[in-house]
């Protein structure tokens, strides 16, 4: 089979998580495709199966070698995004494409645009996998386990490549967060993996955001306005006045690349009390720490102009960037480089504004960076996937095995 058979067999299924549900996988159904990779890895012959009632399957491919060499595991999640439907997807492929308008649903009147997707202009010429405009591909991720069930034929089809012991692991839920949770690092038992999740064929990513959830609680005094002076305490006004506090360019909508931000996501108020949700983001730890000294600062400062505990404030840690982990064993990092140079492509080292089930994985002691799995505009109706970008990706996991063989 190949990666493009594979890819079309993997979105037949619908797999979609669900933030709602607090069982792991979230979905009953994303246990369907886990149960015919299941098969799919049996019948290829790999050892140590295992498929958890969470819906995590592992599996090895062992070496053909005594030399030794590191063990090293390739992931991809099983999941879609709750943001679509991924029932019923009906792929596409629009061959040799010319760079035009792709109508996607002549009667919903849906176009994949050039206009409002240039990235499409970098694929002319390159066979694409569309949708039919009314649900996601799921290209994110089936195209992550595609291009790893496919590496792994390759590699039991030649075995004249040398490669030491393999792993391959598919995980429920990545896109609600929850990919990780119950990921056993201890039974996968590698030295370090890849992900290959996200997008552009050349992406490659080991540094993601710090992040925190930020909440203020501002307690208000309430008296008849016709009565107020002196006494009232406009909890609302107050809120207000800390989110001025607040530096307005340090914000997702003015900031980019390493530029870390507040946001405002939420506020509620009356006079009696008001909330402000923040979340935190910076990728430099400092940074980051300063942030929420920041909020600490404000809050304190506000708190002497007003009665004392007027002002509440709560953080939550939510993640942190994997590049403290990752950094140390840059070979790591080298080695998907090297690997990505030899099959023709530029790496695209890049950071990403946001978290990743990597980066719970570094901190649970597995160093996990990402690689591309080719897909696009994900988690909508104009997702698509360049073939020859899931190709690559298929020979990128080749070339970081045989290399870290060497
Ligand atoms: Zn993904």
Known sequence: MTVIDRFLKYVSFDTQSSETSDTTPSTD????????????????????????????????????????????????????????????????IVEHYDGKDIVLSEKENVVLSPTMFPELLHHIGEDLIVTDGTTLLGADDKAGI?????????????????HGKIRIAFNPDEEIGMGASKFDVAKFDCDWAYTMDGGEAGELEYENFNAAGAKVIVKGLNVH?????????????????????????????HTEGYEGFFHLTGMTGTVEEATLSYIVRDHDKNKF??????????????????????????????????????????????????????????????????????????????????????????????????????????????????????
């Open 146 to 162: 595609a291009e790893i069930m496919t590496a792994i034929q390759y590699l039991i089809d030649y075995p004249e490549i040398k």
């Open 29 to 92: 159904k994303q246990m369907n495709l886990a149960l015919e990779l299941k098969k799919e890895v049996e019948a290829m012959g790999l050892t140590e199966i295992s498929l958890d009632e969470h819906a995590y399957l592992m599996a090895t491919l062992p070496a053909n070698t005594d030399a030794k060499i590191p063990t090293i595991g390739f992931i991809a999640h099983l999941d879609t995004s709750p943001d679509m439907s991924g029932a019923n997807v009906k792929p596409r």
């Open 289 to 406: 720490d300063q942030r929420l000294k920041r909020l600490e600062e404000v809050t304190a400062y506000l708190n002497k102009i007003y009665p004392e505990g007027t002002i509440q404030l709560e953080i939550k840690q939510q993640y942190r960037n994997m590049r403290e982990i990752v950094e140390p064993q840059k070979h790591i990092v080298d080695l998907a480089e090297n690997a990505m140079k030899e099959v023709g492509l530029k790496p695209l080292v890049r950071p990403i504004r946001g978290g990743t089930d990597g980066a719970q994985l570094s901190f649970k002691g597995l160093p996990c960076p990402n690689i591309f799995a080719g897909g696009l505009n994900f988690h909508g109706r104009y997702e698509w996937v360049p073939i020859q970008s899931m190709e690559k990706a298929v020979k990128v996991i080749v070339k970081i095995i045989e290399l870290n063989a060497l």
């Open 225 to 253: 306005p016709g009565y107020a002076k002196n006494k009232m305490v406009n909890a609302s006004l107050i809120a207000a006045q800390f989110a001025g506090i607040l530096p307005p360019h340090e914000r997702p909508e």
